[in-house]
């Protein structure tokens, strides 16, 4: 991924104790364990997931869950959840403040990401891309017709896609633009008049001491850095995910109007915390 968005500041610098390298490299050695043990099981379920439900997959979903949960517990970061997961068929869109989110709306949902189609060529996170059911995504015009079929397909097995409508991650503490683009697809005539699209907010609070941004990864940060910090801090912070009412796609008039919507109701639990002093 590439941290694009800045806003001229930088991080606080992070010095990692001897006390904390130790701690970062059991942390990481666990959760390396943990995720290689899950891709192998979910590679393996495949093998007899695909061929019994097609595009439908209602087992490797929990191993998923289940890496995800384990590695916010060996990071220490406690997660709490407000709100009703969307019973309909349909979409998820949330703000994007850090790689963390991948494991955080995991942990809770049973969640498709839809990611650019670079990411599918990067070493390593492929395999669990790939592996996890993630819809690669190229933004030019002409694959538009491309993606529809693949949403629908997806979206119509009861799959519920995860947009990061922002298009780049942030310092944690704001919501940026939704770029409008990303729910054209939504008012294809093949999906408008049944799906769903659920505003899901998440607020990271940083561990005590700690800049109110520690978990946000914008700028010209590098992930080792990002990575290693997250890995030696204790105590660890927390994050909360605030599950907003699902809308019919078919109550709004166009794109604008459903990404304007979207984007106020997520960021609207931000800007409460931000005015009580919050993370």
């Not at 697809?185 to 607020?203: E, G, K, N």
Request: net charge positive; proline share 6%.
């Amino acid at each position: 991924m590439n941290v694009v968005w800045k806003d001229g500041s930088e991080p606080e610098v992070v010095r990692v104790t001897p006390l904390g390298w130790l701690r970062a490299g059991l942390r990481a050695l666990a959760i390396l364990v943990v995720l290689l043990t899950g891709l192998l099981a979910t590679l393996l379920l495949r093998l007899v997931e695909r061929p019994l439900f097609g595009v439908q997959r209602p087992l490797t979903p929990w191993i998923t869950q289940a890496v995800c949960t384990l590695t916010l517990a060996i990071l220490g970061i406690r997660l709490r959840v407000s709100g009703q997961h969307m019973r309909e068929k349909g979409a998820v869109v949330a703000n994007h403040a850090s790689w963390l989110d991948i494991f955080v709306l995991n942990a809770r949902k049973r969640i498709y990401f839809v990611s650019k189609a670079e990411v599918a060529r990067w070493p390593g996170v492929s395999w669990l891309a790939k592996a996890t059911g993630t819809v690669f995504i190229k933004r030019v015009r002409r694959e538009a017709g491309a993606q529809v079929a693949v949403f629908c397909e997806r979206l119509g097995a009861g799959h519920k896609l995860l947009f990061f409508p922002e298009g780049t991650s942030t310092d944690s503490r704001r919501v940026l633009p939704f770029k409008t683009t990303l729910f054209a697809a939504f008012f294809d005539d093949s999906l408008r008049d049944w799906m769903h699209v659920q505003p899901v907010t998440v607020i990271y609070r940083a561990p005590m001491g700690r800049d109110p941004r520690f978990f946000g990864w914008w700028g010209e940060q590098d992930m080792g850095p990002h990575l290693l910090k997250v890995l030696a801090q204790a105590p660890q912070g927390s994050v909360e995910l605030v599950l907003h009412e699902p809308v019919a796609v078919a109550e709004f008039d166009d794109r604008k109007a459903l990404a304007a919507y979207c984007e106020r109701v997520v960021r609207a639990p931000l800007n409460l915390e931000l005015a009580k002093g919050g993370p």
